[in-house]
């Protein structure tokens, strides 16, 4: 079983930055697609951003230009600059992590999920207030 770890989340107000991180603990996963996935009670999950074992990424409209996705391999570990962050980014944001990095996206991470092939932590909160 893997087990993923995040920390970051808090609450900032309209404009302000956090940097979420998310640590893959085990012995021998390697993730060739890394990412974060936000949700919204009563809302559909979306798919954040992602990143591959090659440092290709993608990003949701909603974030682009505004947060950055990186990873480190050697930590197996996977990071999310979040910027000129707004009202609207406030959500439960989740890492994701999948063995099969060729399709990589977090529309891919949320549909590997409900597969059963990808693994996600348990969450942490970000709070943007006006």
């Known amino acids: 079983h893997v087990q993923l770890v995040e920390s970051g989340g808090g609450s900032v107000q309209d404009g302000g930055s956090l940097r979420l991180s998310c640590a893959a603990r085990t012995g021998t996963f390697r993730s060739a697609c890394m990412g974060w996935i936000r949700q919204v009670s009563g809302k559909e999950r979306e798919g954040v951003a992602s990143?591959?074992?090659?440092?290709?990424?993608t990003y949701a409209d909603s974030v682009k230009g505004r947060f950055i996705i990186s990873r480190d391999n050697a930590k197996n570990s996977v990071y999310l600059q979040m910027n000129s962050l707004k009202p609207e980014d406030t959500a439960m944001y989740f890492c994701a992590a999948a063995h099969d990095g060729r399709y990589c996206s977090g529309g891919y991470l949320i549909r590997a999920q409900e597969r059963g092939t990808a693994y996600r932590g348990q969450g942490t909160q970000v709070t943007v207030t006006s």
């Open positions: 990143i591959d074992s090659d440092g290709e990424t």
